[in-house]
């Protein structure tokens, strides 16, 4: 189930959620109140205004009334999750913008160079026999470097964590790709003292056990060097590899 917005356009504070949401493309489904016509406020039913603009259908009065225990709108629903008042359902959603937003830059940069060092170093080696020019390394690195420029300039900037005092799935989705080019020794925290604060951050907030846990396989993955492969499966993802490297 995904995000649901309790709203009565007739209210300044609904209207602010309705536009905000609309203008930075949150998908949501637009789930219509009349507090006019009905009695979420704990009042007597009066004449509906019409004022709504939406293709809305039904009032939906019943179920902001379990959404908000308070009983009122704007409300909000994402899963389990329930929000009510208006100022912590803009921060809730402008959290959210942002984060769409630096998961959309994450797929087109970091994405696109730092899993490319393992396959460089440690698979391509591996199943071709053959280690790949320093060339081709030195290139991928570059592009990460710019790519980690404007992670820290643009997104990270003087904050804790990349949306804000907090950490969120954005660091997540962050520190996990760039423990990749670390587990095959191109430490791409060094030398960046403010990417490596951000990461001692994200460790302590996930928790250090629960961190290297999941690293584990990757901060050892050179020991795959030392595994015997399948001479049929070598065959067969040597060319995959190389053109997921072009």
Not at 22 to 38: G, W
Not at 54 to 78: C, E, I, M, Q, T
Not at 123 to 130: K, Y
Not at 209 to 234: C, V
């Amino acid at each position: 189930m995904g995000l649901e917005l309790y709203l009565d356009l007739l209210s300044q504070p609904c209207r602010s959620i309705y536009i905000f949401a609309r203008s930075n493309n949150i998908p949501f489904e637009f789930k219509h109140v009349e507090l006019f016509k009905d009695s979420v406020l704990g009042k007597k039913p009066a004449a509906g205004s019409g004022a709504e603009q939406p293709r809305a259908g039904p009032s939906n009065s019943d179920g902001a009334g379990k959404v908000s225990l308070l009983k009122k709108v704007p409300a909000l629903k994402d899963g389990d999750f329930t929000l009510a008042e208006c100022t912590a359902i803009l921060l809730y959603l402008s959290r959210k913008a942002r984060v769409d937003e630096y998961l959309s830059w994450h797929h087109t940069n970091i994405r696109a160079n730092a899993p490319k060092t393992m396959w460089i170093k440690v698979l391509i080696p591996l199943f071709t026999g053959q280690p790949l020019p320093s060339e081709k390394l030195q290139e991928v690195m570059e592009g990460l470097s710019t790519s980690l420029k404007q992670f820290e300039e643009r997104f990270l900037q003087d904050k804790a964590f990349i949306i804000g005092s907090e950490i969120s799935l954005a660091d997540l989705v962050a520190i996990v790709e760039l423990m990749q080019p670390v587990g095959v020794g191109c430490d791409v925290f060094e030398d960046r003292p403010r990417l490596r604060e951000w990461r001692r951050r994200v460790e302590d907030a996930v928790g250090k056990e629960l961190f290297f846990q999941a690293h584990e396989m990757i901060l050892n993955i050179k020991e795959l060097s030392n595994i015997q492969i399948d001479p049929q499966l070598k065959e067969q993802l040597a060319p995959v590899l190389m053109k997921m490297l072009k």
